[in-house]
């Protein structure tokens, strides 16, 4: 079952919708179109009781407000283009620079999480759909980009990306949610419990630009390949948490075949009880622990603090254009990009 309600107006005078997505055991998701968003999602802990398990904000101004993407669908391009431009069948292409000064960061100013996406509702999913014109953010190219969101009865949130455009551009889509499962009023994610299928990371350097190495995870902080608590290492004297301020990485996932649908990462709650296993076609995700979040007002009038939500944010490796030996992000005219991410919940003792 599919609940609407107004969330409000935007700037421009357009109306946005809440869209309640409602499971048999009573668990929702709740998607705005207003950047495609999760603006919420209450999953059963280990007593029964429900918890909104993603930070968010009450109001719709604070969504137009905002940098800090919560659940907001990114795109063109997650994550930074170092000097925001490319080269792309011999032509150069300039983007936003809303980063540092010096990278484009998650599609420019006006990213698809400030966008208002056209809305269609089956049973238990919300599809959202957007066309990006050519030259948005300054990418090449008229997009069509549809983004549909699935809540099913065993707690899965399928997140599927589908996008073609008219002319070569290039496309790496996510989605930006900040997840606590002891509740986004919880003050931290760090005392949660990660394991990772990722025996690589990708290291930047002091403006977050990836270096182009692809280093072991093994024997470094970055290792989640067993179960570990998310703060035992963060303070580590290593210079990749240094240069930013606690994990903000892309993690290489280990994979059977290219685009293959497989479990990368699971995250336990040893609080609530609540567990969320993350299965993907992406080769990758930018592991993100809220470092910047700062005295944010959030749903409920909670403030969020550093650390309160930690990012999974599935994707192709950021900046392949400049690191052309990474997985292509190019798609080409009248060709489909597809994405699916599933963020699957349950609760033990
Ligand atoms: C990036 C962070 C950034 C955050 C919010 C994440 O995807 O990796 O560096 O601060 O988004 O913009």
Redesign the pocket.
């Known amino acids: 079952m599919v609940n609407i309600t107004k969330f409000g107006t935007t700037k421009e005078g357009l109306p946005a919708e809440l869209y309640e997505i409602v499971n048999s055991d009573g668990a929702r998701a709740v998607v705005s179109d207003y950047g495609a968003t999760l603006v919420s999602l209450y999953i059963r802990d280990k007593d029964g009781n429900f918890k909104d398990v993603v930070l968010g904000y009450d109001a719709l101004s604070d969504y137009e407000n905002s ?3 919560f659940g907001g669908t ?1 795109g063109r391009c ?3 283009l170092r000097y925001g431009e490319f080269i792309l069948n011999g032509e150069e292409y300039t983007l936003d620079i809303n ?1 540092n000064g010096i990278n484009s ?2 599609g420019g100013y006006e990213g698809f999480n400030k966008k208002c996406w056209a809305t269609s509702v089956e049973e238990n999913a919300v599809t959202f759909s957007l066309i990006s014109p050519e030259f948005d953010g300054g990418y090449p190219g008229n997009l069509i980009v549809t983004i549909r969101y699935e809540f099913t009865d065993d707690n899965e949130l399928k997140i599927s990306y589908l996008a073609q455009s008219d002319a070569d551009t290039i496309v790496n889509l996510t989605n ?1 949610s900040y997840f606590n499962l002891d509740g986004h009023d919880s003050e931290t994610c760090l005392d949660a419990e990660l394991c990772v299928n990722a025996p690589f990371y990708l290291p930047v350097n002091e403006y ?1 630009q990836l270096t182009g190495e692809i280093r072991k995870c093994e024997g470094t902080p970055f290792d989640f390949s067993s179960p570990k608590v998310i703060g035992k290492d963060i303070e580590v004297d290593d210079i990749q948490l240094r240069l ?1 301020n606690g994990y ?1 990485h892309t993690l290489v996932f280990e994979k059977s075949e290219r685009g293959a649908f497989e479990k990368c990462a699971e995250l336990k709650s040893l609080n609530s009880g609540i567990c969320m296993e993350v299965y993907t076609t992406e080769p990758s995700a ?1 592991f ?1 622990t809220g ?2 979040i700062n005295n944010e007002k959030g749903k409920g009038g909670v403030l969020y603090s550093k650390h309160q939500g930690i ?1 999974f ?1 599935t994707q192709l490796f950021p900046d392949a254009m400049h690191n052309t030996f990474f997985p292509s992000p190019i798609l080409k005219k009248g060709e489909k990009y597809t994405s699916l991410t599933t963020y699957k919940f349950y609760a033990v003792r």
């Open positions: 940098d800090s993407y990114i997650a994550n930074r980063d960061l998650h930006h977050s930013t903000d930018q993100y470092n910047y990012c944010e």
